[in-house]
């Protein structure tokens, strides 16, 4: 195998966490379709110090039949906002200008430019978030992003003033293709690229081996995705981080020599170095404790089972496919999960036999798994007459224990 950005034979196996199927294929409990599994190891590139996974699942497999949805949840609505806001501040938008949205899922990102008044334009091959696009008026080409589609855009709509992508840049198998093509699209004189990913450190400092899943193929620090900016002569500029999906990083990116970087920029950078992010001693150490985490979960859920007391997994998000799947869990220790997202209701957990169903058609348990642990305070306050009521919550990362 080659690293994805440096393309170098060098890689040390860092974590394997077993063959495990796609974290998003839930199957209708009716159908007799099994999901597939594929192995799921992280690896440390020596020579770019890129984190990354080996195997990737073909991104038809993954892409076209995806169920999440960017605008289910508030937080990620006000944080989108937040976003936003915090980009008017770094460009001087005109009227003729657009923003492109790369995988931009259900339009969430681009409502409050929209509003605005200025053009927007999104690219996601899910055909579930093409649908929302459309009846929110949001034009949405509904593909692969990929030199053709490219090509097109620029000879249609012209250079991108803002070109955005949310949880994407480290989804594509064909990165160097995606990342020439931003680059062609990305206006020469101030485009301005908002990149949003997991922050590597905080999913290290979290023990959020969750985060990790097929279709992250890439786990970026700062110092690393700008590794791979270089050779497209793009640099960020500025980034900021943000706590949600359990700990973010904006990067704010520009044409090459454009433009200063900025202090906070300059500080984090410090703050990966000092840490020594670069080192895959702390990506070892990391390794061990998710082993000792999986441990102390299973001691707790198996406790609480010899009590004879009911456990159900709360919510359904891909994070959870891989902490059930990596812990091995069953029937034995979860009753069932509950679920908001009507597309995941009456579908197993992939991989398993855990059934998932609408939460309004559950009675509250005993204890509450709590899958979705990014958006906890959200989730706990909608929840709160259920916990006054006496049902306990298990916390799984970044270390298992009950509240
Ligand atoms: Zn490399």
């Not at 007799?32 to 990354?52: G, H, N, R, V, W």
């Not at 990014?374 to 970044?398: C, H, M, Q, R, Y």
């Amino acid at each position: 195998m080659k690293c994805r950005c440096c393309g170098s034979e060098k890689l040390d196996l860092v974590l394997d966490l077993g063959d495990q199927p796609w974290g998003n294929n839930f199957i209708s409990i009716e159908s007799e379709e099994k999901a597939k599994d594929y192995p799921l190891k992280l690896f440390f590139c020596c020579i770019c110090k890129m984190l990354q996974l080996d195997y990737a699942i073909p991104k038809e497999e993954m892409f076209v039949k995806h169920t999440y949805l960017s605008g289910t949840t508030s937080s990620l609505r006000k944080h989108f906002l937040e976003v936003t806001n915090y980009a008017l501040t770094q460009i001087n938008l005109e009227k003729n200008n657009y923003i492109l949205d790369i995988g931009g899922n259900d339009g969430t990102f681009l409502e409050h430019f929209k509003e605005m008044g200025q053009s927007v334009l999104n690219v996601d091959s899910g055909l579930l978030q093409a649908e929302k696009c459309k009846e929110k008026g949001i034009p949405c080409l509904n593909n692969f992003f990929n030199q053709e589609l490219a090509d097109e855009i620029l000879s249609d709509y012209g250079y991108a003033s803002v070109i955005h992508g949310s949880g994407i840049f480290f989804h594509l198998e064909e990165l160097h293709s995606v990342f020439s093509c931003v680059r062609k699209l990305l206006d020469p004189k101030d485009g301005l690229l908002i990149a949003e990913f997991i922050y590597l450190p905080d999913m290290i400092e979290n023990v959020a081996y969750d985060q990790i899943y097929h279709e992250h193929l890439l786990y970026y620090s700062l110092s690393t995705f700008q590794n791979l900016l270089d050779l497209y002569e793009l640099e960020i500029v500025d980034a900021i981080r943000k706590p949600i999906h359990g700990g973010s990083c904006i990067a704010f990116v520009r044409h090459k020599g454009k433009f200063a970087k900025s202090k906070q920029l300059n500080e984090l950078l410090k703050y990966e170095e000092e840490k020594r992010f670069n080192s895959i001693d702390i990506y070892l150490d990391f390794a061990k404790k998710v082993k000792h985490n999986r441990e102390i979960l299973k001691n707790i859920l198996s406790d609480i089972r010899s009590q004879g007391k009911t456990i159900i997994a709360l919510g359904a998000p891909v994070k959870g496919s891989t902490l059930i799947n990596y812990c091995n869990l069953t029937t034995n220790e979860i009753d069932c999960g509950v679920e908001i997202n009507p597309h995941k209701c009456g579908t197993y957990y992939p991989g398993t036999s855990i059934p998932v169903f609408h939460q309004d058609d559950v009675a509250p348990p005993d204890y509450f798994l709590l899958l979705s642990w990014n958006f906890k305070a959200e989730i706990l306050s909608k929840i709160k007459p259920i916990l006054d009521n006496g049902t306990k919550i298990i916390v799984p990362i970044p270390y298992p224990q009950v509240l």
